[in-house]
Every structure is written in C-alpha cells, then in structure tokens.
C-alpha cells in the first residue's frame, strides 16, 4: 500500500494555552514540596476524578494534587516530564474518550495549564520549548498534533495506513514510531518542528521496532524497546546524526520500562500485557557494553531512575532499589482514592 503524508495545516488560533481553573486543572493551589523525588498519577475513567501522589527519595508521601478529570495517563506510555513541567493526557470517560487536551503541570509550583488539541483518543505526548506534540489513530490513519505553547495554534499532519505508537522529540527533531497497518512494517519518522517529513527509516526485519511504547534519548541516541516478546531481547538504538539502526541484545526478553542515567541503560523485563509474573533487571553499562542482571519478586508496570535511586511500579505498589548496586532499598504499598474503582497510570520523576 502506497501510504500519502498530507499536511493539515489549520492557520488559525484554536485555543490559548493559558493557566485553566477548570476541567483536569486544580483549584486547591498545593506546592510542591521541595524533597518530592517522585510522582505516582491515580485515576478513574468513568468519572473525572485523578490525583498525583508525591513521594520523597525513601518514599514517605508529601504531597497530593487532585485533578478533575478522567482516564489521565496510560500505563504503556510514561509519563512526559520536559523542562521541570509533567505533561500527560486526559483522555476523559472511558466510553467516549472525549478528552481533547494535553494537561501540563509545573512540578516546582504545581500549576496547571491545558494545551488543547482538538483531537481524541491521544495517545502519546512530546514537548520542546515551543510546542506540544500529540499523537492518535482513527479510521485507518494516525495523526501527529502539534500545539504552539504561547499562542494556541494547532496544525496536524496525517499518515494514512499506519499506526504511530510512541513519539520522542529529540535534538531539534520528532521522531514517530510506525507500524504499517497492511503488512506490519515497523518504520521511524523523523519531522521537524513544522511537521515536514524528513526522514522515513525503513525498520523492516527489525522485530525490535515493532509495538514500541518506550522510548528514551541521551545527546545522540535514542534506545527503545517492543512490548512484542518476538523482539528477544533486543533494545533498538538509533543513531540520531546518521539515522542508522542497532540493537542490543539482552539475555531477558520481553522488555516493559527503560530508563536512562549516569551513562547507564535500565530495562525491565515484565509481562505488562499479562499483568502477572515477577520480572528481571538488566543494566547495559553504555560505555563497555557490560551487562548486569537481577532477578525481581515483583512486575514491573514503569520504572523512573532518578536522584541515585531506582523506582519500580507494580500493581499498587513502589518498588525502590539503589541505581548503583540494585540492591533493595525498599517498598511502599499505596493506598487508593476512597470511593469507587481507580488505577495507577504512571510513575515519573521530579528532580
């Protein structure tokens, strides 16, 4: 199938992106406290009601910020945090997924601000300094958003017969990762700021570029890896000034988080489709290419590594292990919103 890439520019103004004293935004006005290590976002999607749950380096809780909506985050997509700013999308009740905005939260002051998109069933979101990027699919086509922060003006470009997973904006560039819907070609699509396509990276053979939902970047690289146990282990690399494909292989294989830091590659292996099992952590020392292992008694939904530490959500609990021994350094159950049914969406780092 021969796919077309049409732009979709809209020209005009479709909604400020000011501060919003409604809908997901929080009227109560909490600051953060300044020894928040950690975020955990709780929602429900029948009902707009969600929260952030701040947590400390050893995982005492120090703060809430409750937020009205619904359906906010998704356990297959980690939470976006650019620029001391947490970006997440609300995707709103579950039977219309009517949400049609990207919620962005100052993690120093926690006000909130609304980027709307005007377009459902988002999925994943990037952010630069000027803009917000979306992407979703409908009717046989994907679309990639983008929302100018300081004016509102929304353009999208449509990719029609694919299916775009996850999306990374990285040195000047977004990247899309794409699965051709007739044949299950994985591909990368590489825009720039306007949204030109400028590079279509053919991944085929690559299993490793299929169902990818994570993806992360140092200054010339960016790793991620397939829910799909047909990858066997391998995390895909791609080289951002040359546009060429690697991998590298793991003895585990189904990986469901990475995470980046202090020239370190963490990946966890968990079945997140599942939602059972205990799971495996693997540590690729970038610069040597050594591999470390630790078996886990726990699954693994999403991981964050930050300040020294490893953080690890299961089910409703958080998981701390230190970043340079992996040695246990912890768990912490969470208590859940009293009232009718709620979940755990996603985990991610404050400092």
Same mark, same amino acid.
């Given at each position: 199938m021969k796919r077309t890439i049409?732009? /979709?520019?809209? =020209?005009?103004?479709?909604?400020?992106?000011?501060?919003?004293?409604?809908?997901?935004?929080?009227?109560?006005?909490?600051?953060?406290?300044?020894?928040?290590?950690? =975020?955990?976002?709780?929602?429900?999607?029948?009902?707009?009601?969600?929260?952030?749950?701040? $947590? !400390?380096?050893?995982? %005492?809780?120090?703060?809430?910020?409750?937020? =009205?909506?619904?359906?906010?985050?998704n356990i297959f997509y980690d939470p976006l945090v650019y620029e001391g700013s947490l970006f997440a999308i609300p995707q709103g009740n579950f039977k219309t997924k009517d949400g049609e905005a990207v919620l962005q939260v100052d993690l120093d002051s926690l006000a909130t601000e609304t980027h709307t998109i005007?377009?459902?069933?988002? %999925?994943?979101?990037?952010? @630069?300094?000027? *803009?917000?990027?979306?992407?979703?699919?409908?009717?046989y086509a994907s679309y990639i958003n983008r929302c100018r922060t300081d004016d509102g003006e929304v353009s999208s470009v449509s990719i029609?017969?694919?299916?775009?997973?996850?999306?990374?904006?990285?040195?000047?560039?977004? $990247?899309?990762?794409?699965?051709?819907?007739?044949? %299950?070609?994985?591909?990368? /699509?590489?825009? !720039?700021?306007?949204?030109?396509?400028?590079?279509?990276?053919?991944?085929?053979?690559?299993v490793y570029a299929s169902s990818v939902y994570r993806a992360v970047a140092d200054e010339s690289r960016i790793y991620f890896c397939s829910f799909d146990v047909a990858?066997?282990?391998?995390?895909?690399?791609?080289?951002?000034?040359?546009?060429? /494909?690697?991998?590298?292989q793991l003895n585990e294989r189904g990986a469901s988080s990475i995470a980046l830091a202090d020239g370190k590659l963490y990946v966890a292996h968990c079945d997140i489709?599942?939602?059972?099992?205990? @799971?495996?952590? @693997?540590?690729?020392? /970038?610069?040597? =290419?050594?591999?470390?292992?630790?078996?886990l008694e726990h699954?693994?939904?999403?991981?964050?590594?930050?300040?020294?530490?490893? *953080?690890?959500l299961d089910n409703w609990s958080i998981h701390r292990y230190d970043a340079e021994s992996m040695e246990p350094a912890g768990s912490k159950p969470i208590e859940k919103m009293p009232g009718s049914y709620s979940y755990l969406s996603g985990l991610f780092p404050v400092k």
């Open positions: 049409a732009r /979709l520019l809209t =020209g005009a103004t479709l909604f400020m992106a000011a501060t919003c004293f409604c809908g997901c935004a929080s009227d109560e006005g909490p600051t953060a406290p300044v020894d928040a290590a950690i =975020g955990v976002i709780e929602t429900r999607s029948a009902e707009e009601t969600s929260r952030i749950v701040f $947590y !400390d380096r050893e995982m %005492n809780e120090v703060a809430q910020l409750p937020l =009205g909506c619904a359906t906010l985050g005007r377009q459902p069933a988002m %999925n994943d979101v990037a952010a @630069s300094d000027a *803009y917000v990027f979306t992407c979703n699919t409908l009717n029609e017969g694919v299916y775009v997973s996850k999306i990374i904006w990285h040195e000047g560039s977004l $990247y899309a990762f794409g699965l051709d819907l007739d044949d %299950n070609s994985p591909m990368i /699509l590489r825009y !720039d700021e306007n949204l030109t396509l400028r590079k279509s990276i053919d991944c085929g053979g690559c990858s066997r282990g391998q995390i895909g690399v791609l080289e951002t000034k040359s546009d060429t /494909l690697s991998s590298i489709m599942q939602e059972q099992g205990d @799971s495996v952590l @693997s540590v690729v020392d /970038l610069e040597t =290419g050594s591999v470390e292992e630790r078996a699954g693994t939904d999403q991981m964050t590594v930050t300040d020294g530490s490893i *953080y690890m």
